[in-house]
């Protein structure tokens, strides 16, 4: 028995076959372009759903599978008619449009009775902001409107004809009671909106239905193949990198970075979402997790190497060789405020700007990219001791993404944050993850806990110096005052 996942991203797709036993069989990723309409830009679902066809035919070759879980990026929706006809495409997450409705839900309904209900409060990012949008501006599209999908109950519905959306996901629409884990139909009711747009709500890891029979034909499958619920992408990552328990973390460190939080307990307090902060259902009951971001990670590192060095590399194989040979040992005093796209949790202000202080004409090129993996890690501190006020508790994390494979940035992380960083044998977290629900949902797993014993495997671990991180102190309190002390010349 073999179980396929698949990643659905912006722009690119990438699915992994598992064995039962917890075996990587194959792997393979293709990108799509974004669909460009006039001056915008939207998520491409004819690429998107092209691409899923494609690697389950490579899954076909490589051995077959029972079951497929896709994990996707959020917020991102079709709008579709009676017919199943598009009637507007998906708008990115980054879109202002519906920057003006988010601010009119706030208004309407007050901060803190949305965030206790939603875990969250309104933004332009969210699906409801954007439906409003679309109601407030193109009345005569959405008056036709029959479903709203985001992308996972969207691949899934064209998969099974069934729409069907897990807590996590339907989180981030901006319209779902993350207690009673259904869509508020008391908010929806109020703004004229039906709950029945959207797909229906069933835990993580739920069995959707059978591939539809036309489609296991054209692309070879035989006999039973199920779709079984997936998730957000951050709460797949999570799942992927072992985090099934209040305290379990997971630092995605991409171009932008998610260090993502397990809790027991659902926080109330509204400050926290006044800082950026959401409160998500997570796949295990009981248990809800939050996003800590910063939006500039791997995209500052690519800066550096690109803009400012060209990418020189002396005489070593690589840029990376190069730079992290020449580092020195110890905390530079360098530092670097790493909001070169503005700044994320905890601070909310788009318009911040990035900074370096405490240069001379000693310092080095080593040392201002080791400054950068400093004030990266510093931002992900201050990070996880302001959500831990609400209850989120960081004592270890698991590195994923691109960042994960620079040994030097995860012992700094390790230093700075004091905690244990481990990664993964595979840095595809949310793959993992879809297979763990696979594995519970095909009864190979009693729970996500025997699950993540039997699939997620790791490599390497980094423990904090106690020297070192007692050396770094001077330099994060310095850090932890630094945003507050250049705003005022943005």
Same mark, same amino acid.
């Given at each position: ?78 709008? *579709? ?92 629409? $901006? ?81 932008? @970075? ?55 590399? $002396? ?69 996880? @001791? ?16 691109? $960042? ?58 980094? *423990? ?11 330099? /994060? ?5 630094? /945003?507050?002390?250049?705003? @005022?010349?943005?």
């Amino acid at each position: 028995m073999n179980f396929l996942s698949l990643d659905v991203g912006t722009t690119c797709c990438k699915c992994q076959l598992f064995s039962e036993e917890g075996r990587i069989v194959a792997y393979h990723s293709e990108e799509y372009p974004l669909r460009t309409v006039g001056a915008e830009r939207y998520v491409d679902t004819d690429e998107i759903f092209s691409r899923i066809k494609d690697m389950m035919r490579f899954a076909v070759a490589a051995g077959g599978f029972s079951s497929v879980c896709i994990s996707s990026i959020g917020e991102s929706f079709v709008l *579709l008619d009676r017919q199943d006809g598009m009637l507007f495409p998906p708008m990115l997450y980054t879109d202002p449009r519906g920057e003006e409705e988010a601010g009119a839900l706030l208004r309407q309904f007050g901060a803190q009775a949305l965030f206790s209900r939603l875990g969250l409060l309104p933004q332009s990012m969210f699906s409801l902001s954007k439906l409003l949008w679309i109601r407030n501006h193109r009345p005569d599209l959405y008056a036709k409107a029959d479903k709203v999908l985001l992308m996972c109950d969207y691949m899934g519905y064209l998969l099974t004809g069934k729409c069907v959306i897990d807590p996590g996901l339907a989180s981030r629409t $901006g319209a779902f009671d993350i207690a009673r884990r259904q869509f508020d139909g008391e908010l929806l009711g109020e703004l004229g909106i039906s709950p029945f747009l959207f797909s229906e709500p069933k835990k993580t890891g739920s069995v959707v239905g059978e591939l539809k029979e036309e489609l296991k034909k054209e692309l070879g499958l035989a006999g039973s193949v199920k779709l079984v619920l997936g998730s957000h992408d951050q709460i797949c990552a999570a799942l992927g990198a072992g985090a099934v328990k209040a305290g379990d973390a997971v630092d995605g460190m991409g171009t932008v @970075e998610c260090l993502t939080a397990v809790t027991d307990r659902k926080p109330s307090d509204v400050r926290m979402g006044a800082q950026g902060y959401v409160c998500v259902p997570f796949a295990e009951d009981g248990l809800y997790c939050t996003y800590m971001f910063n939006y500039s990670n791997g995209s500052l590192i690519d800066w550096y190497r690109k803009n400012i060095l060209h990418g020189y590399r $002396g005489e070593d194989d690589s840029f990376f060789a190069y730079i992290e040979r020449r580092m020195r040992e110890g905390p530079t005093g360098i530092l670097a405020l790493p909001y070169f796209a503005g700044a994320a949790t905890p601070y909310q202000n788009i318009s911040a700007k990035g900074a370096f202080l405490n240069l001379t004409t000693k310092t080095t090129d080593a040392d201002i990219y080791k400054a950068i993996l400093e004030g990266t890690s510093m931002e992900m501190r201050l990070n996880a @001791e302001t959500a831990k006020r609400y209850g989120f508790r960081v004592e270890s994390a698991v590195a994923t993404g691109g $960042g994960a494979n620079s040994t030097a940035w995860l012992q700094i992380k390790a230093d700075i944050q004091n905690i244990p960083v481990r990664t993964l044998r595979s840095s595809e977290g949310g793959l993992c993850g879809c297979a763990m629900l696979q594995a519970v949902a095909a009864g190979v797993c009693a729970d996500l806990t025997s699950a993540a014993a039997r699939f997620v495997q790791y490599k390497d671990v980094f *423990l904090p110096d106690a020297a070192r991180h007692a050396a770094y102190e001077g330099q /994060y309190k310095k850090y932890k005052k630094l /945003y507050k002390t250049v705003k @005022e010349f943005y």
